[in-house]
């Protein structure tokens, strides 16, 4: 069993910062890839950013310069921080926790937090 429980969402003006976190616990190892998923109302869930347990990154494109995703590998968590935030990153931000099964791959998904960018 893997539980991925996050926090940090809430309500921010547009240019403001919100820092996400996300604890994993249960059946989970630090070798594996983290990362942060998001899905805005009427729109398919999307990559945000990933991270492997030797630090390397990937950035989805629109917050490539705004975002940065870090993680604690003795404490199975990882961060968001999001700056200089826009009306369009308003969404549902998901943790993920992705296992490799042979040659396929199982993904966790956290409950999800509310981002809200507005003035």
């Known amino acids: 069993q893997v539980q991925l429980v996050e926090s940090g969402g809430g309500l921010v003006q547009p240019g403001g910062s919100l820092r996400l976190s996300c604890a994993g616990s249960?059946?989970?190892?630090?070798?594996?890839?983290m990362g942060w998923y998001r899905q805005a109302p009427g729109n398919q869930r999307e990559l945000v950013a990933t991270i492997t347990s030797g630090g390397s990154t990937n950035y989805a494109d629109s917050v490539k310069g705004r975002f940065t995703i870090s993680r604690d590998n003795a404490k199975i968590t990882v961060y968001l921080q999001m700056n200089s935030l826009k009306p369009e990153d308003t969404a549902v931000y998901y943790c993920?926790?992705?296992?490799?099964?042979?040659?396929?791959?199982?993904?966790?998904w956290g409950q999800g937090t509310q981002v809200t960018v507005s003035s």
């Open positions: 249960g059946n989970i190892f630090s070798a594996n890839d």
């Open positions: 993920n926790y992705r296992r490799p099964i042979g040659p396929l791959t199982r993904d966790y």
